[in-house]
Every structure is written in C-alpha cells, then in structure tokens.
C-alpha cells in the first residue's frame, strides 16, 4: 500500500511552511524559572513536602501575584532538589524534569496543583523575547533565553472558544517564515483545531478542524481506523515548513483497553503537503482599487511551477476567503526564470486591518492540494508587545489613582496610550512612555470623580491600540479603595 496522504484541502494539510522543534514536558538539564499561576491544590500546607510528577520537594508560601496579575497575598513554589528560588512575583526553578507550579494560601484557602508544559520556539528576532511558551491551558509565556524567568503575557486562553474547550491538550507550535501555528487537541471530541498567529500572542482560529478521526487516506483509497490521534509532532525541511506529522495513536477507548487483548497503541507518521514558497510583491495595502496583484511562486527541486500548476484553480487573498472558494482569480502569469509570476485583481482578495498573511490555494497539475502563505508588506511583524498587571490603587487628596505596571515583551515601543473601561463608567486614557524590549514603567493614572471609593468594577485595560492587534486585560472584580 502507499504511503498515506490527507485529504484534499484537510486543514492540517495547509499549515505552512517552517517551524522549530519543541521540548514538550520537560526542559533542558541547565535550571529555568518561571512565574506561577495557579488553580486548587488540596489540603496544602506551608512547607508541605508533596511529590509531583515524580519529583518529591517543598512546598513553600510566600507573598505574590496569581498567574493572571491578580494579588491575594499569595504564592507557592516547588523544589525538585536542585536550586530553587522565589521571588515577589511567586517563581520557581527546577532542573531536570517537567517544570511544575503550586500555589497555596497563607489563608488556610487551598489551590490547586497546575503543571505547565513548555512548548520553546525560538523568534528569531535581535530585539525579541528568544523563547516562547504555550502552557498546556492555553496560556502564552516568554522568556529572554529560557533560563531567565517566564512570565505569562497573555489572559485566559488562547484555545478556540468552542464546546468542550476545556478538554484541550497536547498543543504543539511552530513557527514559519510566515507566521505562528498552533495545533490543539480536543481529546473529549477527538478533534484538533489549527490557529495562527503573525507575533506568538494574539492568535485566530482557523475554521474547521485541523485533524479528526477519518482523515488520513492512502493514495490507494485504503486508511485505517484508529480510534484516536494525539501528541501531534512535526517534522520541518531546510525551509522549516512542516513536511511530516507524527501521532500516537490507539485503535480503542484508551480507558478500557486491556492487557493482552487485540488492542493496540503505536506511533504513525503522515506526510504532509509542504507550502509553496510565496513573495507578494506589492507594498501598499490590497483594496478592491488594487489592479493587480503579483506574487511569485519559487521554483524547487521537485516542484516547477511552469508545468506543475493547474492555473484555472488558483485563488489568492486572505485566508478568510481562499478557504470558502473565494479570493480573486488568476488574471494571467509572467516567467521569471524558474519561478512563475501569477497576477490577481486586488478586488476580491478580501484584506482586512486584521490580516497578516496572504494565502494561495489551489491545485496540481495531478490535482493534488497546492497551497502556501505569504507575508503582506504593509504589515508591520515585529511590533511591540505590551502588557499590564492588575493595578493597585491609593487615594491621593481624594481622588483615586490607578498605578499600573506596564511591560514591552518585544520590540521597542514608541509613546503609546492606555485606556481603562469599565461598564457605566466613563473611559480613561493615560500616556505611557516609550519602552525598550524587556523593560516596564509604572503609569498613574487619575480616575474620574464617577468612579467611586468603595466600589468594585471589572477594569478592561488596553495597550497597544495603535497597533494592528492590542491587547487587553481584565481586572474582574477590582474593589476601589475607600477614603
């Protein structure tokens, strides 16, 4: 039998083109720290030794900040045996196995154990965070070399918001010449979701499903029936572009498969269709003014886009359109040497302010899947990225004044806004200063006499709205001071 392929424009067959290979479940043998998040933890006690995932260390209390920003005069902290630190965010350095949290309550209250598994990319950028990390409740971390401390720079997940998302597992990212990818495993609906990303932050989910049950298919027409795909890996070639998906797979509910039945689990590898290598050539943003647009497709060993292309299917513009059969259809081509020129009308291409890739999908010249992404010029891809812990407030002459810390996790900023919302309330914005990669600044920020002492609000704090995708927090629940 051949050698299986996906399906015909499967999601998880136009993932993109390069990708770092990630450490899952455990770091390197050198120590790391991270910061801590947190959820209930049983029964703990300050300096209880406990055993998690098979280290068996202390637990210690201390004075610091939730994982989301918030303050509740606590933190916790796990030693493996090897060096083990703390600080007032709550962090916690372990060598030699999976990196695990712990948060506890000087209180009496109990918080739960939450272990984080690090997915660690390199961004490639002189002047950006080095690692990225995605814990395995769809939280993203940064750090500057992965030593240095990890600190959680987004809110809440990052997963889809669909039914069932919280039996989420088993992510794996990479990153493109293009873009981001983050694949995610549904394991209660054995579905997986496939999501993008321009900087390793903000990330959109692609519609339909990145991979189910049925959808691996030989060439034959013959597949096999497993019951269930996880612990999705990939394989990149010398132009980082994912060409190979490895899986675990069984042929049978895991939970009631038996010793010495006719069940069985094994690791399968799936050849992936790699993406073409695309240059749109066109600086000003695509509008349906735009008379034509020209990308160049590259010629490689293997692929001659003269002859290997059906042309009539070819259609290009945002990844929002191509994958529903829309986009602009091909106006003529150009030779460039070995590579082809194809040219589009701007209308129908379908850019919005929220775009950074473009996407061409078509087919073969055997009708196999052809496809690939392409960064879009106007579309600044290294902006800063700034983020803000949960505020503390004081009464100042009786007013109240917010002070919040603000952080830059990627490149240089320039003087930017902040602004506070709050339902019924009035907005606030306040000017934050031009910030260096890795550096903070506390911001105060006044706040209207309509905000009154006392009262409790769920702030909405946004930075970076001049940037193409701001961020915003939530302080749920934040209690004005009273006079």
């Given amino acids: 039998m051949k050698l299986p392929q996906l399906p015909m424009f499967s999601p998880i067959?136009?993932?993109?083109?390069?990708?770092?290979?990630?450490?899952?479940?455990?770091?390197?043998?050198?120590?790391?720290?991270?910061?801590?998040?947190?959820?209930?933890?049983?029964?703990?006690?300050?300096?209880?030794?406990?055993?998690?995932?098979?280290?068996?260390?202390?637990?210690?209390?201390?004075?610091?900040?939730?994982g989301d920003g918030s303050t509740d005069g606590t933190y916790g902290t796990f030693g493996s045996g090897a060096s083990t630190t703390t600080s007032p965010n709550g962090s916690v350095s372990i060598r030699n196995g999976t990196i695990t949290l712990v948060l506890t309550n000087n209180s009496g209250t109990t918080y739960n154990l939450l272990a984080y598994y690090f997915d660690v990319t390199d961004k490639g950028s002189d002047n950006t965070p080095e690692d990225l990390a995605l814990s395995i409740s769809?939280?993203?971390?940064?750090?500057?070399?992965?030593?240095?401390?990890?600190?959680?720079?987004?809110?809440?997940s990052q997963y889809p918001k669909v039914a069932g998302e919280g039996y989420f597992e088993d992510p794996v990212i990479w990153r493109t010449e293009v873009q981001y990818h983050l694949i995610v495993n549904n394991w209660h609906g054995r579905i997986a979701y496939h999501l993008r990303s321009k900087d390793g932050f903000h990330w959109k989910t692609d519609p339909g499903e990145a991979y189910t049950t049925d959808f691996a298919v030989s060439e034959d027409g013959g597949s096999e029936e497993w019951y269930k795909y996880e612990r999705m890996r990939v394989l990149q070639d010398e132009h980082r572009r994912a060409i190979q998906a490895n899986f675990a797979v069984i042929d049978?509910?895991?939970?009631?498969?038996?010793?010495?039945?006719?069940?069985?689990?094994?690791?399968?590898?799936?050849?992936l269709t790699p993406g073409r290598l695309l240059t749109l050539d066109h600086e000003d943003k695509i509008t349906d003014a735009t008379p034509e647009v020209r990308v160049r497709i590259a010629a490689e060993p293997g692929f001659g886009p003269h002859q290997d292309i059906d042309l009539k299917s070819l259609r290009f513009g945002a990844p929002e359109e191509v994958n529903f059969g829309r986009g602009a259809a091909l106006l003529r081509t150009e030779k460039a040497g070995k590579d082809l020129v194809?040219?589009?009308?701007?209308?129908?291409?379908?850019?919005?302010?929220?775009?950074?890739?473009?996407?061409?999908?078509?087919?073969?010249?055997?009708?196999?899947?052809?496809?690939?992404?392409?960064?879009?010029?106007?579309?600044?891809?290294?902006?800063?990225?700034?983020?803000?812990?949960?505020?503390?407030?004081?009464?100042?002459?009786?007013?109240?004044?917010?002070?919040?810390?603000?952080?830059?996790?990627?490149?240089?900023?320039?003087?930017?806004?902040?602004?506070?919302?709050?339902?019924?309330?009035?907005?606030?914005?306040?000017?934050?200063?031009?910030?260096?990669?890795?550096?903070?600044?506390?911001?105060?920020?006044?706040l209207p006499e309509a905000y009154h002492p006392g009262q409790s609000h769920d702030l909405r704090i946004t930075t970076g709205l001049d940037l193409q995708q701001p961020t915003v927090f939530v302080a749920r629940g934040f209690e004005l001071p009273k006079r």
């Fill in 138 to 156: 769809g939280g993203m971390w940064i750090s500057r070399d992965g030593l240095s401390t990890w600190e959680q720079v987004t809110q809440g």
């Fill in 13 to 66: 067959a136009s993932l993109g083109l390069i990708g770092l290979t990630i450490c899952v479940l455990s770091m390197p043998s050198h120590a790391a720290t991270v910061l801590v998040g947190f959820d209930t933890f049983p029964n703990a006690t300050n300096n209880q030794t406990v055993n998690i995932a098979g280290f068996t260390g202390t637990l210690t209390n201390g004075v610091g900040s939730r």
């Fill in 252 to 271: 049978f509910n895991k939970w009631e498969d038996k010793p010495n039945d006719i069940h069985s689990s094994k690791n399968i590898s799936i050849p």
């Fill in 342 to 446: 194809v040219v589009f009308p701007g209308k129908g291409c379908g850019f919005a302010d929220h775009n950074f890739a473009g996407k061409l999908l078509g087919k073969t010249s055997k009708g196999k899947l052809l496809f690939g992404y392409c960064r879009l010029p106007w579309v600044d891809y290294e902006e800063p990225m700034l983020t803000v812990r949960r505020p503390e407030a004081a009464v100042r002459e009786g007013r109240i004044v917010l002070r919040i810390e603000v952080s830059n996790h990627a490149s240089a900023s320039e003087e930017s806004e902040l602004k506070i919302e709050a339902d019924g309330m009035p907005p606030v914005s306040a000017p934050c200063p031009p910030l260096k990669s890795d550096a903070k600044t506390m911001v105060e920020v006044p």
